[in-house]
């Protein structure tokens, strides 16, 4: 059974940093492609990073450059979205998902939960 699960959310003021964390298990970690999205109230979800197998890239959204950073830990099946400066236009539910190779299926992506960021003062 696959699981992906995030965490590290929360309440900060703007100017503050916050890391959360996503762990996934159920799949070959090493080779998933690992993505962040977010979803403000009212908006539609953003895909605003993701990694590559074994850390081989980064990408994000060029509005968010400079001030996130996705990384991965893949003894630990973990990758991290570290967030600096952070401002109120950043609240919003972040998601982590994994893009695994499946046998005879081919890349399936497995969502997690999310995790409420809430940047307030």
């Known amino acids: 059974q696959v699981q992906v699960v995030e965490s590290g959310g929360g309440l900060v003021q703007p100017g503050g940093s916050l890391t959360l964390s996503c762990t996934a298990s159920?799949?070959?970690?090493?080779?998933?492609?690992m993505r962040w999205y977010r979803q403000a109230p009212g908006k539609e979800r953003e895909l605003i990073a993701a990694?590559?197998?074994?850390?081989?890239?980064?990408n994000y959204v060029d509005s968010l450059k400079g001030r996130f950073t996705t990384s991965r830990d893949n003894a630990k099946n973990t990758a991290y979205l570290q967030m600096n400066s952070l401002k109120p236009e950043d609240t919003a539910v972040y998601y982590c998902?994994?893009?695994?190779?499946?046998?005879?299926?081919?890349?399936?992506?497995?969502w997690g939960q999310g995790t409420q960021v809430t940047v307030s003062s």
């Open positions: 998902s994994a893009v695994a190779l499946r046998l005879g299926v081919g890349s399936v992506e497995y």
């Open positions: 159920g799949i070959n970690f090493g080779s998933s492609v």
């Open positions: 990694i590559g197998r074994a850390g081989s890239g980064t």
